[in-house]
């Protein structure tokens, strides 16, 4: 696991503010699926949404041009991916990155409409305890992949 948190950590600071913000196709068509699935599955005006490996943000930056109504919580263990996405959304009111273990989440509160894992449940340390900490704070839960 240190191996992985530290090739993840080798990020400078322009590579970090680009990671997957190329929106390939495959990717783009599960981003759309998630949206209409958001949109669909929750009632209220605005909902709250807990992102499980975050990165730099790309996810909240996708839900901000589909005009999603959210409260949005990215979570990575990745230092470098977390100040990428601080540094694009400073000043968003709607937005906040926090650095942390996706198998852990400690010091995350509150409760969530929605955790999401985009392409990282596989890569968790122990993937059953990220599921477990993730119904522990969501009403539901959406593993994406494309």
Same mark, same amino acid.
């Given at each position: 696991?240190?191996?992985?948190?530290?090739?993840?950590?080798?990020?400078?600071?322009?590579?970090?503010?680009?990671?997957?913000?190329? =929106?390939?196709?495959?990717?783009? =068509?599960? !981003?759309?699926?998630? %949206?209409?699935?958001?949109?669909?599955?929750?009632?209220?005006?605005?909902?709250? /949404?807990?992102?499980?490996?975050?990165?730099?943000?790309?996810?909240?930056?996708?839900?901000?041009?589909?005009?999603?109504?959210?409260?949005?919580?990215?979570?990575?263990?990745?230092?470098?991916?977390?100040?990428?996405?601080?540094?694009?959304? *400073?000043?968003?009111?709607?937005? *906040?990155?926090? %650095?942390?273990?996706?198998? *852990?989440?400690?010091? /995350?509160?509150?409760?969530?409409?929605?955790?999401?894992?985009?392409?990282?449940?596989?890569?968790?340390?122990?993937?059953?305890?990220?599921?477990?900490?993730?119904?522990? /704070?969501? !009403?539901? /839960?959406?593993?994406?992949?494309?």
């Amino acid at each position: 696991m240190d191996r992985l948190v530290n090739s993840w950590n080798s990020f400078n600071a322009q590579a970090a503010s680009g990671y997957l913000r190329d =929106n390939n196709q495959a990717s783009l =068509n599960s !981003k759309k699926i998630l %949206v209409n699935i958001l949109k669909k599955s929750c009632r209220s005006d605005r909902i709250s /949404i807990i992102d499980l490996g975050c990165g730099n943000g790309q996810l909240y930056d996708y839900f901000k041009k589909e005009k999603l109504s959210c409260n949005y919580t990215g979570v990575d263990f990745s230092v470098p991916l977390i100040d990428a996405a601080r540094s694009a959304y *400073k000043g968003d009111g709607y937005a *906040k990155f926090v %650095v942390g273990d996706i198998s *852990k989440l400690e010091g /995350i509160d509150g409760k969530y409409d929605f955790a999401i894992f985009s392409h990282v449940i596989e890569m968790a340390s122990s993937p059953d305890s990220a599921l477990f900490c993730a119904k522990k /704070i969501a !009403k539901r /839960i959406v593993i994406r992949f494309f």
